[in-house]
Nanobody, 123 residues
């Protein structure tokens, strides 16, 4: 079982930046492929970004490409989502997720999830 904890959400004005972190307290998640997803109440969860276990491959939703960057350090370090040039439509609860077997875009492929962190972008 992999427990994930997100942090770094908050309220920011449009055009601002936030950095989200995803950690696995008490363990490493080196080798796990990691994804970030977001969800707005009443809508389906949406893929944002993913990174392979080695960190060598990254994937982004078209809506965030060029503005968001997913990264990871060593096996014990958090996985980050750097969000720049934020827009009101980025407002959502952001979730990190972990899996083995490839960094995918589909949420049902990820067995492990955090509780989410709220990001609110004001116009």
């Amino acid at each position: 079982q992999v427990q994930l904890v997100e942090s770094g959400g908050g309220l920011v004005q449009a055009g601002g930046s936030l950095r989200l972190s995803c950690a696995a307290p008490g363990r490493t998640f080196g080798g796990y492929d990691m994804g970030w997803f977001r969800q707005v109440p009443g809508k389906e969860r949406e893929f944002v970004a993913a990174i392979s276990g080695s960190g060598g491959m990254t994937y982004y939703a078209d809506s965030v490409k060029g503005r968001f960057t997913i990264s990871r350090g060593s096996a014990r370090n958090p996985v980050y989502l750097q969000m720049n040039s934020l827009k009101p439509e980025d407002t959502a609860t952001y979730y990190c997720a972990a899996r083995l077997g490839g960094a995918g875009r589909r949420d049902h492929e990820y067995p492990y999830w955090g509780q989410g962190t709220q990001v609110t972008v004001s116009s």
